[in-house]
């Protein structure tokens, strides 16, 4: 049995290493060579000028290791074969002295030769990082202030016109150098936008700065990169790339103030409105609007620009509507199953939807994000799987959503109604469920808020567009 041990050994370890090249190169759309992979935050799917660059540093590190690899271990594997100990063997094989010389310095100048090729590009790439594009270094790029909090990030744009402040999404234009300039507010972050650029901290008292350039107009999706507490997973964001006309469209509509509701002459008149709740039935978005700059006590940490809301630790709701997600990119306002339009997903989506009554499908759980929840649903579909009943305000809002016209409205409802079960730990459930809390920043102990209320809050913020 001795006689197998080095076998069984070198075995495994070259089949544990194969095993995982292979299963890299079969997942859906990776290629090593063009980085075409569809998946949403892959590396392979360079569409920013540094993120290419990095991925060619990637692929040359991958393929002088991958030379190395097949070098030494065949090497070693012939070595191991060739002189194996066989029946009969009983004397102990000629040692050398301490082996060729020749040899040995090859060895070392193959080695330092390929850190070399490995170095060349990365020593550049560093290089670039660390300077912004001198052909953009005057008034042509833009600069956005960063700032990470637990658990979502704020974007601050510097205009000429004014400054715009949202949150959640970076908006820029194609091929144009963006500054981000980085801090953290709170405790370390990290920066992560795969398909544009690389990975840089937002360290508190400290400003770290980097440039990006998105190649392609789209859709793209980041996140903190450096565990931040207990709701690091779910601090997202996106980020939308628009054409430069598009930018310049989006740039104008950030700045103007929050569009007031229907019939409301002026944001002071809410003050005026009755508080007796019988706006609830005739105009929720009135009663929202009351709610959220008065009893809800929202403009406490909330701002939106042409009211009373002046907070300064919470995000920037103006234009919160023309968003396209919500909670830092965990809840989705856009199409639930990608193609509406796909007769046969509609009719799976139907099905689900009859079946559910409420309940929620096997494996369901925690999967907030569109595709996931595709996944889970029909797979639920297809195979028959037996519904788990989930507890009250836990789960069911997530078949709840699934089931609504008005995805963005559910949103918006089941954010401020159940953000604990959302993202626990956020401030905003601390805000409003802690007594001490309450005391401090909204001056009672009270804030009574029955469910007709929240949604009306709902109604309004949905309004903010």
Not at 145 to 152: C, F, L, P, T
Not at 277 to 295: C, F, H, I, N
Not at 400 to 406: D, F, K, P, R, Y
Not at 436 to 442: D, G, L, M, S
Request: proline share 4%; with cysteine; aromatic share 10%.
């Amino acid at each position: 049995m001795s006689k197998l041990r080095p076998f069984t050994r070198l075995a495994s370890l070259l089949g544990a290493a194969f095993l995982s090249l292979f299963l890299v190169a079969c997942q859906e759309g990776t290629h090593f060579t063009n980085g075409s992979s569809k998946l949403k935050m892959s590396t392979w799917d360079a569409k920013g000028e540094i993120a290419y660059d990095q991925l060619g540093v990637f692929e040359v590190t991958l393929w002088v290791c991958t030379v190395l690899f097949i070098l030494v271990g065949g090497a070693f594997g012939y070595v191991v074969w060739k002189f194996r100990e066989r029946p009969g063997d009983t004397h102990m094989p000629e040692q050398e002295g301490h082996g060729n010389p020749l040899i040995e310095l090859g060895l070392i100048a193959g080695s330092i030769l390929c850190l070399v090729i490995i170095a060349i590009p990365t020593v550049n790439i560093l290089f670039k990082e660390e300077t912004v594009p001198a052909d953009t270094a005057t008034s042509k790029h833009i600069d956005v202030d960063v700032y990470g909090w637990q658990w979502w990030w704020s974007f601050e744009y510097k205009t000429e016109q004014g400054t715009i402040v949202t949150a959640n999404e970076l908006t820029i234009p194609v091929d144009t150098v963006v500054v981000l300039n980085l801090r953290g507010q709170d405790v370390i972050h990290s920066f992560w936008l795969p398909k544009i650029a690389g990975k840089t901290d937002l360290i508190p008292g400290r400003l770290n700065q980097m440039w990006i350039k998105a190649n392609e107009v789209g859709h793209y999706y980041g996140q903190c990169a450096e565990y931040c507490g207990e709701s690091h997973a779910y601090m997202l964001f996106r980020s939308n790339v628009l054409s430069k006309e598009d930018f310049a469209a989006w740039q104008k509509h950030q700045l103007t103030d929050a569009a007031k509701p229907a019939g409301l002459a002026d944001w002071a008149d809410l003050q005026k409105l009755p508080a007796d709740g019988s706006l609830l039935k005739t105009d929720p978005v009135l009663e929202g609007a009351r709610l959220v700059l008065g009893q809800g006590g929202c403009a406490q940490c909330h701002s939106i620009n042409g009211t009373i809301a002046q907070g300064a630790i919470a995000p920037n709701l103006t234009h919160v509507a023309s968003r396209t997600s919500l909670a830092a990119g965990l809840l989705d306002h856009r199409e639930f199953w990608g193609d509406t339009d796909n007769p046969e997903l509609a009719a799976k989506r139907a099905a689900a939807l009859q079946k559910l009554d409420g309940k929620v499908p096997e494996g369901w759980e925690g999967n907030l994000s569109a595709e996931l929840s595709k996944e889970a649903i029909i797979k639920w579909v297809n195979e028959g799987k037996d519904v788990v009943t989930g507890t009250p305000g836990k789960k069911d809002f997530r078949v709840e959503i699934a089931a609504s016209g008005n995805r963005m409205l559910d949103n918006f409802y089941h954010w401020v109604r159940y953000s604990e079960q959302i993202k626990p730990g956020n401030l905003m459930n601390y805000q409003l469920q802690n007594p001490e809390a309450r005391e401090k920043n909204y001056k009672t102990h009270e804030l009574k808020l029955n469910d007709q209320q929240f949604r009306a809050i709902a109604s309004f913020l949905q309004s903010l567009k």
